[in-house]
Nanobody, 120 residues
Framework: QVQLVESGGGLVQPGGSLRLSCSVS????????MGWYRQAPGKERELVASMSTGRQTNYADSVKGRFTISKDDTKSTFYLQMNNLRPVDTAVYYCNARARDYYTDYTPYWGQGTQVTVSS
């Protein structure tokens, strides 16, 4: 019932910026966790940024100071602003959220992924 959809990926030159969006659909009562993950070819999926209840944030050291996670309280959408992108940031980016609706307790959900390619 709950579904996450990422958007905003694409091709960007080194030093450029992108903003990823994650739209959460369904009869959501609450989100207690939101996160962005990425997986590069030959690598394991890794945490990029997360936000928990109370807007506590956590960032991977490799993106700290360049990426920012945020959410829109008027709708079930959260974002990853990525600045000063580097080729090593190239990966498929996935959003993840723990949500509950009227029928299901807090459960993690994953989006389908969006490709980010940083290249000249």
């Amino acid at each position: 019932q709950v579904q996450l959809v990422e958007s905003g990926g694409g091709l960007v030159q080194p030093g450029g910026s992108l903003r990823l969006s994650c739209s959460v659909s369904g009869n959501i009562i609450s989100l207690n966790y939101m996160g962005w993950y990425r997986q590069a070819p030959g690598k394991e999926r890794e945490l990029v940024a997360s936000m928990s209840t109370g807007r506590q944030t956590n960032y991977a050291d490799s993106v700290k100071g360049r990426f920012t996670i945020s959410k829109d309280d008027t709708k079930s959408t959260f974002y990853l602003q990525m600045n000063n992108l580097r080729p090593v940031d190239t990966a498929v980016y996935y959003c993840n959220a723990r949500a509950r609706d009227y029928y299901t307790d807090y459960t993690p959900y994953w989006g389908q992924g969006t490709q980010v390619t940083v290249s000249s």
